[in-house]
């Protein structure tokens, strides 16, 4: 069964940073294009990074682009999220998800394959 974990997420402060991982278990990572997503409060789901299978292609959302990170160690089987310059705007829960198909495109589209329980992340002073 194809599982994803993410954990990192907590409580900042505006302008502080985070790092985000996502490991996943049950499946080897380098097949799959892997995203970050996220859902704010009242607000649908959105696509904040994605990325190839192979690290080679990424891909971000204008609102974290030239503050977030998106990296992967696919010999850990991890994905991670680096979150800098963080703002209220970034409260939310961030989830991973995995994709099998088109695994060299790091669109934020088409993601379904497996999706981790998520993790919040809370920026407040």
């Known amino acids: 069964q194809l599982q994803l974990v993410e954990s990192g997420g907590g409580l900042v402060q505006p302008g502080g940073s985070l790092r985000l991982s996502c490991a996943a278990s049950g499946f080897t990572l380098d097949y799959y294009a892997i995203g970050w997503f996220r859902q704010a409060p009242g607000k649908e789901r959105e696509g904040v990074s994605c990325?190839?299978?192979?690290?080679?292609?990424?891909n971000y959302a204008d609102s974290v682009k030239g503050r977030f990170t998106i990296s992967r160690d696919n010999a850990k089987n991890t994905v991670y999220l680096q979150m800098n310059s963080l703002n209220p705007e970034d409260t939310a829960v961030y989830y991973c998800a995995a994709r099998a198909r088109f695994i060299s495109d790091s669109s934020c589209h088409n993601y379904g394959d497996a999706w981790g329980q998520g993790t919040l992340v809370t920026v407040s002073s």
């Open positions: 990325i190839s299978s192979s690290g080679g292609s990424t």
